[in-house]
């Protein structure tokens, strides 16, 4: 597994890639305070506290599956924000929406419980991490297939996952600091370092696979010896 230094290095090279960052950290930035504006005038009191957060989270889905298939060597970050705005909402699939919808919909649910259900939502949302990104991998998933086999991938990972997010607070101070405006660079570097983490995670999963898989025939062979 690599380290959060790892981890974090390859994100700031990313990101600085054809200035990827600003495609990812502009809209992120505008898009609430657009939508906030336009309902604002509307005066649809679920619109304006649903639809920023809504849409802001659908186009952070599509940041998090373009970026993993840019790792992957399925996309290539190409020049000029526009192009790079254009390539992260056609990255969004069905499954992969509907993936992120179930798991929304599921870690609200959880978040409803009474005392606990902060605590128990935050864990959950820590599980299926890797859902969006198996639902990319396998196609043929449902949605709860990829959450199950999710939570099932990130046992002894979570802890990891969740030391990572909290070593982004520093930065995360500097930007309420500046009424948010650092947000268009430090947005870009955390969702980076979380998809390289999740592809690291998925990647050590399927080497594992490989050895025990190897071990087993290895083992089957002397047996047949014997």
């Known amino acids: 597994m690599k380290t959060r230094l790892e981890i974090k290095n390859q994100a700031k090279a990313l990101i600085k890639t054809n200035n990827l960052w600003l495609a990812i950290g502009l809209p992120i930035l505008i898009l609430p305070l657009a939508l906030l504006l ?9 619109a304006l506290l649903f639809l ?22 399925k996309k290539e970050i190409r020049e000029g924000t526009l192009n790079q705005i254009s390539d992260i909402i056609n990255s969004i699939t069905y499954e992969s929406f509907a993936t992120y919808f179930v798991s ?3 870690i609200f649910c959880f978040s409803l419980i009474p005392i606990v259900g902060s605590i128990v939502s935050l ?14 991998d396998k196609e043929e998933n449902s949605s709860l297939q990829n959450i199950n086999e999710s939570r099932f991938i990130m046992i002894g990972h979570k802890s990891d996952l969740f030391v990572l997010s909290l070593s982004f607070i520093g930065w995360q101070i500097l930007s309420t600091l500046t009424l948010g405006l650092l947000s268009i660079w430090i947005y870009p570097y955390v969702i980076a370092s979380e998809v390289i983490f999740a592809d690291d995670v998925l990647n050590n999963k399927n080497i594992s696979k490989v050895s025990l898989d190897s071990g087993l025939g290895k083992a089957v062979q002397v047996i047949d010896k014997e």
């Open 123 to 136: 864990v959950k949302t820590l599980s299926y991490n890797l859902a969006i990104f198996l639902s990319i």
């Open 52 to 73: 920023p957060a809504f849409g802001v989270g659908i186009y952070e889905l599509g940041v998090q599956i373009y970026l993993y298939q840019v790792i992957n060597g």
């Open 104 to 106: 929304v919909v599921l």
């Open 38 to 46: 336009y309902f604002l005038t509307s005066q649809d009191i679920l």
